[in-house]
């Protein structure tokens, strides 16, 4: 079976040769040649990426302001708050605060105002790629064939967060229990929401099999729609 040495998988990865080692103990596709050196099969190579990502090397930002901005490019709406961007990017909030502030120097990302309903009308602050900077568009394939940490933070609240009030505005939206009617939050989000970055985030928390029903069932429905309009033009 072919196997890799653990340097140069940190290597290929940017990871230290500690974390490495932290992130595979006790996988089954880890051995050690005669001479004790840790190697790696494809499947502890494969684990390895999911947990730490597939982050390009970009000049002038370190990797966790790459990461950084590889999770802002995968929100073209934008991401409310230091929070959301450390959470999607699978970073400490200060270090995603730190991130931005260079980003930002650098002509990468902008930050500007605007009014979402939160309860209330509220002004938050939106972080979004500069898209049509020169310096964006040097970076960008280098940051579309990246990956991400694999990560899925689950919902901690049973309850809707009032930022979401405007996407579920029909109804009490207080009394929606997201334990018992996550399939019912998602298709919501993925039809009315989509356009609202908090509520597009929160689709983050949903568990995975709950987005993969949902997504199924709007394209399902859409099928159908689609095969409804084109049955009545022939009529």
């Known amino acids: 079976m ?47 990426r999911s947990r730490v990502g597939v982050i390009p090397e970009v000049s002038g930002l370190t990797r966790t302001e790459t990461q950084v901005l590889i999770a802002i490019s995968r929100h073209s709406r934008g991401l409310v708050s230091i929070r959301q961007v450390a959470r999607a990017a699978g970073v400490s909030p200060t270090s995603a605060a730190r991130a931005i502030t260079t980003l930002k120097s650098r002509d990468l990302v902008r930050q500007d105002p605007v009014l979402l309903f939160d309860g209330k009308v509220v ?12 310096t964006w568009l040097t970076v960008a394939p280098l940051i579309a064939r990246a990956v991400l940490p694999k990560q899925r933070l689950l919902a901690t609240s049973r309850h809707l967060p009032p930022r979401l009030a405007s996407t579920f505005w029909t109804g009490d ?4 229990n997201v334990t018992t009617d996550a399939l019912a939050v998602a298709e919501r989000i993925l039809n009315e929401g989509h356009f609202d970055p908090e509520a597009t985030a929160y689709l983050g ?22 095969s409804t309009i084109a049955v009545e033009k022939r009529d």
């Open 2 to 48: 072919d196997t890799q040495g653990a340097p140069q998988t940190a290597g290929e990865l940017r990871i230290s040769l500690p974390r490495l080692h932290r992130i595979v103990r006790g996988h089954p596709g880890v051995s050690y040649n005669t001479r004790g050196h840790l190697r790696l099969d494809a499947s502890a190579v494969e684990y390895l």
């Open 123 to 134: 002004e938050r602050e939106v972080f979004t790629i500069k898209w049509d900077s020169q």
């Open 173 to 176: 939206w207080r009394n929606i």
């Open 205 to 226: 928390t949903l568990p995975i099999e709950v987005l993969e029903s949902a997504i199924e069932h709007r394209r399902h429905t859409q099928s159908l729609a689609s």
